[in-house]
């Protein structure tokens, strides 16, 4: 079946503008998680929800970041006001319900330059 | 607070060699540990991971690692390596027996040459 898809894959945007990215995870997946990677320092969860209480835990580095979820498997993470250091890449995993630690399952990533 | 360390940032491998790419941990509890490995603009695979029992695991593509409690240490192993190999490999942690964040670091390149 078809994997955790994203878009769009590259996005350029100016500096102090709202952004909005968007994850289509894997169907029947419960929990969808946002991370941020940049070169050299791996990746760090900014959010994550588990679709039957809906939470949001919304991290680093700032409030600028949050997701939606208006679907079970479909997420859109918003950065609000950007700035050139929030250039990366932003992966979306999802993971299913059965019994864990799971896998999660990425998708390609969105690479986000910031002017 | 959870870390995980990858104290090489490359690794070069002859093809056909045996491979090691190191990671060691820090975590206040038992871990869970994961390998991943991300091909160039592609997302990040899983390969392995350890939750409990035998501390050898094995994965995908012929890879193994092993979990030492003592050492803190889950190296990822492979006895012959391919050009097909190359990659950055990621070495990740969590806690918790849910489906919860990873914690990861900050990957080894892995270069394999014909």
């Known amino acids: 079946g078809a994997g955790v898809s994203q878009s769009p894959r590259y996005k350029v945007a100016k500096r102090g503008r709202d952004v909005a990215l968007r994850c289509d995870s894997i169907s029947g997946h419960v929990t969808l998680y946002w991370y941020r990677q940049t070169l050299g320092q791996g990746s760090e969860v900014l959010t994550y929800?588990?679709?039957?209480?809906?939470?949001?835990k919304s991290g680093r580095p700032s409030g600028r970041f949050s997701a939606e979820r208006p679907e079970r498997s479909v997420s859109t993470l918003k950065i609000q006001r950007t700035e050139q250091g929030d250039s990366a890449v932003y992966l979306c995993?999802?993971?299913?319900?059965?019994?864990?630690?799971?896998?999660?399952?990425f998708g390609p990533g969105t690479r986000l330059t910031v002017l | 607070a959870q870390s995980v360390a990858q104290p090489e940032d490359q690794v070069n491998v002859a093809e056909g060699n045996p491979l090691t790419v190191k990671c060691t941990y820090s975590?206040?509890?038992?871990?869970?540990l994961f390998w991943y490995v991300q091909y160039p603009n592609r997302g990040l695979q899983f390969l392995l991971k350890y939750i409990t029992g035998d501390n050898l695991v094995k994965g995908s593509y012929g890879f193994e690692a092993e979990f030492n409690k003592s050492q803190t240490s889950f190296h990822l192993k492979k006895p012959s390596a391919l050009v097909s190999d190359s990659a950055l490999y990621f070495c990740a942690v969590t806690l918790n027996s849910g489906n919860t964040p990873l914690v990861f670091g900050k990957g080894t390149r892995l270069s394999v040459i014909a």
């Open positions: 975590v206040s509890g038992n871990p869970y």
């Open positions: 929800s588990q679709s039957d209480a809906q939470r949001d």
């Open positions: 995993a999802s993971s299913p319900i059965s019994g864990g630690p799971n896998e999660q399952f």
